[in-house]
């Protein structure tokens, strides 16, 4: 961005934001930005409004901002079109509010407030800094974070954009960014300042809010305080900016306000050095402020204490002081500080100035009171406050002065008791200036008097003085000194000097007298560093040898320096005493009773081992050694434990503080020892040093150190344990070991230490010096470098030594270096087998870490050259191989491998593989060596783990027979490191070394022997005998040459098991003989009997003899006989057998299993338990069937002789056997046997299927279950392949199949619910559910009608019916759609065939019943014979009825749904309806014929479930052939299911369309031919025909308009046919013609001349419409829809259409409003009335009342709701054009009345209201101009003279109905009616006229009537008055005429004309001849009062006298009337 750029950004207003202007996102607090944008501001401003009421409640301060921020008009207010001035006093409200806002921040109020103004006001544009200001202290929550977000600072320049990086993850703000920008930023600082000077100058004038202002003040006082702190120096341009705001703070009255600049002055004071003028304006302001407010006085002068302190206090002078001095409760405020602080600063400054007006106040009176404050101060202060870091020498200056203050002060005896040695310097400065003897002897006899008490006081018991006696020579006056002096410091005496004291009991603790040093102990309450360091010294020269006392000393000593908490303080003094009481931890005697013991358990009890690490934990190690046995060596044992206990803790110290700490450890031990303990403890600490070498540091480089220092001390010691060693640490002695060990951690320690660090060279020479002294010879050296290359290869671990991998590598380079230095002649012998070296190194090349292998790569590089080495082959192979073995620790075996593979593809004899084998045979020399390590034998062998054969197997065999006899003589003392070697070796039995033990007897004994060996040397280490069974795998077995061998181990396997106790070996067995591939005939070797063993080798005689005397449970004369059968070994063997798969030459096993099942069922075999034993042997002979022949076919000739598989012996094994799991294994092998030899099997299958009926399938387990299962898959199939030949064996078994089903069937209600289903679906599914799935259904069925019905009670037939149909669906559903329709074309096929009923099937059977029985097998299924007709016709029914139901499951559908559905079972549907239908017309009048016409229903039933399931294709050309068809019924039918079809609403095709449309042409010659017919039944065809026609029409005559005209004219045929036609016929005939009209629309228009005088012909006769309510409608809805269609097309028929709705409406009242005529008349009506125009319509209207006025005039009604329906449609124009037409029309419709005026009153009545209310709907379109003539043209017409009175009823009625829907508007027109109405009134009075009003007989009616019409007419006119129409001459004029009709019903508008007059006309009839008149002027007067309420009280008093006349009277409601008036106003009038 340009610098322009930039300026114009800064320069850019607030309101020019973007984000104001838009729509789609808003700012918010509370609310996401893109919801904020959906909410309006009435929203926002309730949020704000409610927020503020909230902060109201907790501070009433905010009350202020509700006018302003918060009112209706801050709503309106835009910022960015006011003026500058409203903008800046809105800044100032804004910012005023938010300071208020500030400490209530976090409450949810204020943010609702905040949200407000946000969106109001736009404070996060427009005031930036006042909202930051206001959020600033909650900087650490997360919303401030919110907050900040709002802001828009992301320009670089902008003052906030430093907060711009907590934008966009939203986190808060980190405290240190806050402080780091305060110190960098001074403008932020000053923004911070600023802030809180605002905020007090804000809350100022609100006193009970300041407490507020709290949080503010932390945060500025931490903020700034904490800024100072972290700058790197204080500026002068950072003080310039704080002082203004420190001396606003100093001078606030606001407690926080001044602790925080408190604060502020005292990190300043520390970080800078101020000049003396700021301190003194800092000291002179703070001690100002202290006087004047006198609050915080303890903080003020702690921080004038820290100012003083870390200031110059040179030039403060004289005033800060003076104000000091007035600060209340100075003294005590700075004793309490002391306590704590150190106040010297204070009282440096302030002691010169107190003295000073002290000593010279006197003098000067000045300010007497000043004086006198100084000095209690100065006395407070003296007596109170210890002086600290030579305070007490500032009173030195007092000099002589302080003397003359003496006699008036008791300071002398303070300053004595408190600081004696500064009143020594006084008294000796005093006395150096005094000359005068007089003057000294004053002096002096002062001194005497006043310190008589001290040092030199004198003992009565020794003559001399205290200072004498502790010094005294002789011990017991020593001792009497010491316990004088102990009673003195108990009395608390004064004149001792604490110093005295010390100096005099660290004398005596020197004391040579153990009972004066006893005595000085005691004296010791609390000590110093110094008698501390004393008591060490004591502890030194300690001996207990010498003198028990020193236990006594020691222990209190011991307990004196733990007491006060010093060693916490001072280690240094703990180091030295840990170190000295180290000796004394050491243990040289066993009597734990001894002072020795008693001290070393003193020490171990008292805390000290708490406080020192070294210690921590011997408490609990000590009791251990305490409480051993007394039989234990308990010096051995303690120091042992010291010594690993020591060690350990040592290596877990502090860097810092281990070196100090083994410094001081080899000081002890570098003592010359002088007895027994000092030596044993030399010893201790020496195995510790050493010991703690070899541990791991937290800090490696403290080894280095420490190897050095122990080194030095153990230089000379190591030479006395020089001896002969070895390079073996297994064999070594325990002395060769530890020496072993020490050279080691020697090595490890140098090497560190020469590697790094500052010392290297020292470390160097002194890994010199080990090697020339330990190591000189170079054969030494390399054993010594082997056993570091290998060690960490030991498991054991004999050394307790760790070499860790940089110790090895470290190692292996020093080796090689070593070897580039050697001589070719050393390097020859290194390189022989004699020398470790190779091995060593060639086992570091598998090594896991790279760098040991890299390193050994160095090394063997260096040996590469030695030709004349053994191992040179193997060198410069992996020498050259570097890289590879470098990068892959696995290289070097496959390297190996490869290498030593060369032996076996090279001819013998070449140099090269001569020298290999040479170079193998000296790595096996070495492995087989007695001195080999085993670790390094173990993992030379790990190498050589891909070389095998005879060579390798054959050198390791004396190995094997060591170790072997190791582990069965001392199984506990075989390492395990031999242990894993055993396990590598064992594993050299492979396939490439199995020909050995065919060769080497040794080699297949040891073999055996490892399996023989079942001990468990190491846990978690499986035995040799697993390991050896291991490495019987298929190739090592299939790798035995030798037959005999493989017996031999084959039988040892099998000895094992039989006499193992181990699962895992068990099962290891198991999983090895199932591996490997065995002969049959070896087992069957293994199987026979006793007797068959003479046959065997000497060998196997032997294994035989050595099993059974192993075998010692067995009876022995079973043993003995030759015949006998070992039934547990054989169980083993066969359960082997079971999973076997690998099995050579199965069949060789099938005769001895049948020998063996054949003795397991003879007679004598009973007695034994053997139906396990008979079922593994089954399962065995299963298992060699499915392996000879997988797929079950039939075996190829000459695998198996078929005479050797003896069937019978199976089926016998059946019979014989109870128990069903052998029966299940028997049918298996069975099911299995069909396939191989079926011959054999099959000519027994229906007794094995009846077995299985009766017994296995009732069993309700899931292993029967699979066997039926299994049986059914083996059997079935062979069954079906044995007789899959010509026709006549197709007969055949199908008749076996049938049979087999039955079979089944009949079973099935003995089988478990469960298991139906699944045997039912196996079973159909193995025979094939397309072939024979109906014959199942069929017998199922064939079951139910003649069991499970005949088995149950009537009421529960249904139950099981609905049961079985559920269940014979379920199976159906296992199967496909394909095999469901093909099984139900089999059935229909079937029962195609059934006869029709017995008796014709009976008569025809006796006939040819041998040759029915021999060719149809069919029959079977069904055995018409055997049952009765009914249960035929049941059965028929049933399957009838299955058959629908199973078309309509959800299953079955969902099914066909992805099925190409075929056209076959519709037609064989068809093809039996047709049967069904000869049926039912054949025995029409039998007593069958219900049965017949029920099946037919239930046929047609099926043929719509098809119908529903065809496809479109498919169902049409069908439909078409049904439809050609003779049978009315089913051309009836085929027309029903194309309806059906038809209004599902399908998705047609084009070319489907089409097809359909060219049935039209049938469909109308049904209709045609059909004309001539007159049965019921042909009139249903012809009425369905029309149904399909019209169906068609509506689906497509919308796109194909041309069929259908046709069908229209044949329609209009039917309905105008001369002929009577049956009323079904031509409603369905209207119906079709009108739906036609509706499609066709114009192309209908010719038909029209035809159609509607057919149809108004129709409506015409009301007598049969009336009869049939469906013809009525179908005619009522075709008018309808024609009208609908071609409404302008009908003016020649409208008249007579008008005529035929005006009778219809007759027919439709008599139904109800609620029937289809009725509703659908309203809608013919409704379309009449909107559809024609008014030209049209008018005209016919008229006409038609004329002709119906005066034939059915009650009927007028329809017309008139017809003409007022389209007047209310009509535009204005529209009615202005016909105006004048309709008033004509109305006024002749009007004087309806007078041409009726002899009729009934309510029938004209109604007549006239429907004319009334047509004309009014015109009215209400008309304008005032247009109305108002017509209403003076009513009018005149009414008042005409001569014309009839009853047109003024008409008229009086029209007027009222007017005034209804007008309104107050009428009163415009109601003027000229006032005049009238009186007269008509008084007219119609018979009190006034007895003439009749209308000359009829009715007057009396009508004048009631038009009384009626009038007053209600008045009533509305006065009710809704609003223009005062009431005038005086109008209510005069009907004042009197309605007076004397007595009823007055409306309000007046004006009262004062009006009350009065009428009051007074109601009371005049109240005087009436007549009763009634005077009730109904009660009345009236009743509802007068009523309505004017208390005006009537001016009016009581007139109507007094007229209700006391009342009052005479007798009648009792005229009673009850009175009281009710009298009740409310007379209480009032009584009371006045």
Known sequence: MTSLAHQLKRLALPQNDPSLLSRSEAASLLFDCKEAANIDRETFFAIGCTGLEELIGIDASFETFQPTLFSQMSKGLERSVQTKAVNQQLDESISSFLIHLSPYFMLKPAQKCLEWLIHRFHIHLYNQDSLVGCVLPYHETKLFVRVIQLLKISDPTHKWHWLHPIQKPGVPLARGTLITHCYKDLGFMDFICR?????????????????????????????????????????????????????????????????????????????????????????????????????????????????????????????????????????????????????????????????????????????????????????????????????????????????????????????????????????????????????????????????????????????????????????????LAVRHLDEMIDELKEGFDDSFIEEAILARLKDDNLEVVNAALSTL?????????????????????????????????????????????????????????????????????????????????????????????????????????????????????????????????????????????????????????????????????????????????????????????????????????????????????????????????????????????????????????????????????????????????????????MLQTRALYIGCAMLASQSMQTKRKLAL???????????????????????????????????????????????????????????????????????????????????????????????????????????????????????????????????????????????????????????????????????????????????????????????????????????????????????????????????????????????????????????????????????????????????????????????????????????????????????????????????????????????????????????????????????????????????????????????????????????????????????????????????????????????????????????????????????????????????????FVDALPHVPEHRRLPILEQLISTLGGERFLWILLVLLFEQHVTKSVAAVTSGEKDTVLENDTEFWISVCCEFSAVEQLQSLMGILSYLTKLPENKEVCISKLKSRQHRIKSSNQESELFNVESHSGKQLRHFKFISVSFMSQLLASHSFVKKVRELHFSNWLLEDVLRYINVVAHSVEKNADSLTAKFWRALLNKSYDVLDKVNSLMPTETFIPIIRGLMTNQLPSVRRKAMDLLNNKLQQRTQWQPAQVDMLLDMVPELIAVVQQETHRAEEEQAINRQTALFSLKLLCKCFGHEKHEPFTAVLKMAVDVIASEEKEERNVTGSALLCAAEVTCILKALAIPQLPRLMPALLNILKHTKELAASEIYLLSAVTALLKIVETLPHFLSPYLLHILLQVVHLEKIAAVMGPSSQVHLRLDSLKTTLATKLPPRVLLPAVAKCYSEVSNTHKTCLGAVMDILKEHIVILERDQLSAHQSELTSFFVKALDFRTEHSQDDLEEVGEVEGHIIMCLISMIMKLSEMSFRPLFFKLFDWAKTEGAPKDRLLTFCRLSDCIAKQLKGLFTLFAGHLVKPFADILNEINTCKTDKAFFESENNTEKSCLLLQFILDCLHKIFLFDSHQFVSKERAETLMMPLAHQVLINFCMADDSLWNASVNYQILLQMRHESPKVRFAALLALLEFAEKIRENYMVLLPEAIPFLAELMEGNQSTISVLRRKILEKPLYPYKNG
Not at 1279 to 1294: F, K
């Open 525 to 805: 309450e609390t000590f110093s560093e110094q008698i501390g360091y004393s008591l060490l010294s004591l502890i030194e020269r300690a001996d207990l040898s010498k003198n028990e006392k020193w236990c006594g000393i020691l222990d209190t000593a011991i307990q004196i320096l733990i007491r006060d908490g010093i060693l916490k303080k001072n280690k240094d003094l703990l180091n030295q005493l840990v170190l000295q009481l180290l000796p004394y931890i050491v243990i040289t005697i066993n009597d734990s009773k001894s002072s020795e013991w008693k001290v070393a358990l003193c020490i171990a009890q008292s805390n000290l081992c708490s406080l020192h690490p070294l210690l921590k934990g011997w408490p609990e190690t000590f009791q251990e050694v305490v409480k051993a046995p007394k039989t234990e060596n308990l010096i051995y044992s303690s120091n042992g434990k010291l010594i690993k206990f020591l060690s350990e803790n040592l290596i877990l110290e502090d860097p810092s503080s281990l070196s100090q700490m083994v410094q001081g450890l080899i000081d002890v031990a570098k003592k010359e020892p002088h007895n027994v303990k000092q030596k044993v403890t030399m010893h201790v600490i020496s195995a510790v040093l050493v010991q703690s070498c070899c541990g791991s540091y937290r800090v490696e480089e403290c080894r280095s150190s420490l190897a050095l220092k122990v080194f030095h001390l153990l230089r000379r010691k190591m030479q006395n344990f020089k001896d002969k060693m070895w390079w073996n640490p297994e064999t070594l002695n325990r002395k060769n070991k530890d020496y072993l060990n020490l050279l080691l951690g020697l090595f490890d320690s140098l090497l560190s230490g020469a590697s790094e660090g500052n010392n290297t060279d020292h470390f160097r020479t002194m890994m010199r010096l080990l090697f020339e002294v330990h190591l000189k010879k170079p054969e030494d050296q390399f054993r010594f470098l082997s056993v570091l290359w290998t060690y960490s290869y030991n498991i054991s671990n004999q050394l307790n030594f760790v070499v860790d991998a």
């Open 195 to 479: 802030l809180v000077t605002k905020s007090v100058k804000v809350f100022s004038a609100q006193p009970e809010s300041l407490p507020h202002m709290r949080v503010l003040f932390t945060f500025y006082a931490s903020t700034v305080v904490s800024a100072l702190g972290a700058a790197a120096n204080v500026t002068d341009t950072l003080v310039s900016k704080l002082l203004p705001y420190i001396q606003k703070g100093l001078k606030s009255s606001l407690v926080d306000y001044r602790a925080a600049t408190y604060m502020i002055i005292c990190q300043l004071a520390v970080k800078m050095t101020m000049e003396n003028s700021l301190v003194h304006s800092l000291a002179l302001q703070i001690s100002k402020t202290l006087v004047k407010t006198p609050l915080l006085i303890k903080e003020g002068l702690s921080c004038l204490i820290i100012l003083l302190q870390s200031q110059k206090e040179e030039g403060l002078g004289e005033k800060p002081f003076k104000h000091l001095c007035k600060v209340p409760n100075l003294t005590t405020t700075l004793h309490e500080i002391s306590t704590n602080y150190d106040i010297s600063p204070i009282l440096h400054y302030m002691f010169p100035h107190m003295v000073h007006s002290v000593i010279y106040g006197e003098t000067e009176e000045s300010d007497m009171v000043g004086n006198q404050i100084c000095k209690k101060h100065l006395e407070a202060i003296i007596t109170n406050i210890p002086l600290e870091k030579n305070i007490d020498h500032v009173l030195a200056c007092l000099e002589t002065g302080c003397l003359k203050m003496f006699p008036k002060m008791q300071c002398p005896f303070f300053i004595y008791g408190r600081y004696s040695k500064t009143l020594d310097l006084v008294l000796e400065q005093y006395l150096k200036d005094v000359r005068n003897p007089k003057e000294q002897d004053l002096f002096h006899q002062f001194i005497s008097l006043s310190l008589s008490g001290g040092k030199y006081q004198f003992l009565k018991d020794t003559d001399t003085s205290l200072l004498l006696s502790l010094n005294h020579p002789q011990p017991a006056v020593r001792l």
């Open 833 to 1303: 087998t004699a020398s470790p070296v190779i091995v060593s190194l060639l086992i570091n090349l598998g090594s896991p870490v790279s760098e040991v292998r890299r390193a050994a790569l160095c090394c063997l590089n260096s040996l590469s050259g030695i030709k004349e080495s053994p191992f040179h082959p193997i060198v410069i192979d992996l020498v050259q191989k570097a890289e590879e073995i470098t990068s892959d620790q696995t290289y070097i075996i496959q390297s190996l491998g490869n290498l030593f593979e060369e032996l076996h593809t090279q001819p013998k004899g070449k140099p090269q593989p001569q020298k290999l084998s040479e170079a193998l045979g000296a790595l096996l020399e070495c492995v087989k060596s007695i001195t080999c390590p085993s670790y390094v034998a173990r993992n030379m062998m790990k190498l050589l783990q891909e070389v095998n054969g005879k060579v390798v197997l054959s050198h390791l065999l004396p190995v094997i027979d060591r170790l072997l006899d190791r582990v069965l003589n001392e199984p506990d003392g075989i390492l395990k490191d031999e242990a894993l070697l055993l396990h590598i070796i064992i594993g050299k039995y492979n396939e490439h070394s199995a020909e050995l033990l065919c060769t080497n007897q040794r080699s297949l004994g040891l073999f055996i022997k490892a399996l023989h060996t079942s001990q468990e040397v190491y846990k978690g280490l499986s035995t040799f005998q697993m390991r050896a069974l291991g490495q019987v795998t298929k190739s090592f077995f299939a790798a035995l040459s030798d037959g005999k061998v493989q017996q031999k181990i084959l039988g040892v396997l099998f000895d094992l098991l039989l006499n193992c106790k181990n699962p895992d070996c068990a099962q290891m067995i198991g999983s090895v003989f199932k591996a490997i591939s065995v002969d049959a005939e070896q087992v069957s070797v293994e199987l026979e009997p006793l007797q068959k063993s003479k046959n065997i080798a000497t060998v196997h005689q032997k294994r035989k003899q050595k099993m059974q005397q192993q075998r010692k449970a067995q009876d022995q004369e079973c043993a003995q006989e030759e015949s006998s059968v070992n039934w547990q070994r054989v169980t083993l063997i066969l359960e082997l057998l079971q999973h076997k798969k690998k099995l050579k030459r199965p069949q060789a096993l099938i005769p001895t299993l049948f020998s063996l099942l054949a003795r397991c069922l003879e007679p004598s075999a009973v007695q034994e338990n053997l139906e396990y034993v008979k079922q593994l042997i089954l399962g065995g002979l299963l298992n060699i069937c499915q392996k000879l022949s997988p797929d079950g076919n039939r075996l190829k000739e000459g695998v198996l002789d078929e005479e050797k598989f003896n069937v019978e012996l199976i089926v016998q094994c059946i019979r014989v056997s109870e128990m069903p799991q052998t029966h299940h294994h028997a049918l298996l092998l069975l099911g299995t046997a069909a396939g191989m030899f079926p011959g054999k099997v099959l000519h027994n299958i229906m007794p094995i299927f009846t077995f299985m009926g009766a017994n296995v399938m009732r069993l309700d387990d899931a292993y029967s279950f699979q066997v039926i299962n299994k049986t059914v898959k083996m059997v079935i199939p062979a069954l079906i392949q044995e007789n899959s030949g010509p026709s006549e064996t197709a007969g055949d078994l199908e008749g076996i199949v049938i049979k087999i089903i039955r079979v």
